[in-house]
């Protein structure tokens, strides 16, 4: 289930292993996803795709770290990570990729002043 929780004194939402969303999601505060997403997710903060994550969709943020799967469209206003074990099968558009040694990248990618702002209240 989706939850708040408190890291470091900032506050971030997360979806546990064997949840399910199908729908949209907005959110002011991080979001740190383990379980499964299908829908569209905005966020002003940084969206974590965990290893037994998986999204479905598409996702705007500021910043994004991907270790499950992304299928669909991301849109990162600064920086979008793909970890060693992650997987993108879509389309990408960041102000700035890092990819990790064997991480899987199917798709395409716009990179540098293309990436539109997180802003979820104008969505």
Not at 69 to 87: A, E, V, Y
Request: net charge neutral; proline share 2%.
């Amino acid at each position: 289930m989706a939850n708040d929780r408190q890291q470091g004194g900032s506050m971030f939402n997360a979806l546990t292993s064997g949840s399910k969303i199908v729908g949209n999601i907005t959110a002011d505060s991080d979001y740190r996803i383990d379980g499964l997403v299908e829908g569209d997710l905005q966020c002003t903060g940084k969206v974590v795709i965990g290893e037994s994550g998986r999204v479905k969709g598409t996702v705007n943020c500021q910043n994004a770290e991907i270790m499950g799967l992304m299928d669909g469209k991301i849109t990162c206003s600064q920086q979008l990570s793909l970890r060693s074990n992650g997987k993108i099968q879509g389309e990408v558009a960041t102000k700035t990729l890092i990819v990790e040694p064997g991480a899987i990248f199917n798709g395409t990618c716009s990179m540098g002043g293309n990436a539109a702002p997180a802003n979820p209240k104008k969505a």
